[in-house]
């Protein structure tokens, strides 16, 4: 049963545009929410996170804005530069656990 | 700066072996942790380790075992491996009861089982 949800496999975006990810979760005990990145023949990096009783988190070109009575989260990009072509993870965190719970993840594509 | 290796980069092995996945980690923190990425399902954990010795299931943890026998070192055992295994597998660590957003992780080892 997949608790966190990227529904998205890619996405194509051309620079300099926005580019919107999108993450749903069923279960409303997470407390904290995450964003890594990973490039190919490396491993996934933090990107940006959001603890539950916010909405919205901003970090330069990086924006997260959780909605949880929809209980969903987006990562906004804007503007899309090439590097930020790589997989993006959602994960999700029980209060008090140090597991994170990963999505399948979603592959964007930014075109020059 | 955090450092977390892993011993192989590429690993091809036989159905039936035994197989032998390290990870080294050199910031002293309590919590490593193993998962394995595949396309279509993101990252899923299969052990982790909150302290030397300790072990806890993840949510795939069939068909492997884990062993920490010193705080900086945790390893993934794939008592005889079969195919349905070949995966990148990825080891990551942090402190423990620190913000989740300083797990860190390796490079990954991309294991090929035939």
């Known amino acids: 049963d997949q608790q966190v949800k990227q529904n998205s496999p890619s996405l194509s975006v051309q620079e300099g545009r926005i580019s919107i990810l999108n993450c749903d979760y069923t279960?409303?005990?997470?407390?904290?929410f995450l964003w890594y990145k990973k490039y190919p023949a490396e491993g996934p990096t933090f990107l940006i996170s959001?603890?539950?009783?916010?909405d919205k988190n901003e970090d330069g070109r990086f924006t997260v804005f959780l909605n949880k009575s929809a209980k969903h989260l987006s990562l906004h990009i804007v503007p899309s530069q090439p590097g930020d072509s790589a997989v993006y993870f959602c994960?999700?965190?029980?209060?008090?656990?140090?597991?994170?719970?990963f999505g399948q993840g979603t592959r964007l594509t930014i075109n020059p | 700066d955090v450092k977390v290796t892993q011993s192989s980069r590429y690993l091809v092995k036989r159905t039936g072996e035994k197989v032998f996945l390290e990870c080294v980690q050199d910031?002293?923190?309590?919590?490593m942790f193993w998962y394995r990425q595949d396309p279509g399902l993101g990252l899923r954990l299969i052990y982790f380790?909150?302290?030397?010795?300790?072990?806890e299931k993840g949510d795939i943890p069939e068909g492997y075992s884990v062993s920490r026998e010193k705080k900086e070192r945790f390893s993934l055992i794939l008592e005889s491996a079969s195919t349905n295994q070949t995966s990148m597998y990825l080891c990551?660590?942090?402190?423990?009861?620190?913000?989740?957003?300083?797990?860190?992780f390796g490079p990954g080892t991309r294991l090929t089982v035939l």
């Open positions: 990551a660590s942090s402190f423990m009861g620190a913000p989740p957003d300083t797990q860190y």
């Open positions: 279960n409303s005990m997470f407390d904290y």
């Open positions: 959001i603890s539950s009783i916010k």
């Open positions: 994960a999700a965190k029980f209060q008090g656990a140090q597991k994170l719970v």
């Open positions: 910031m002293d923190h309590e919590n």
């Open positions: 380790s909150y302290d030397v010795k300790m072990k």
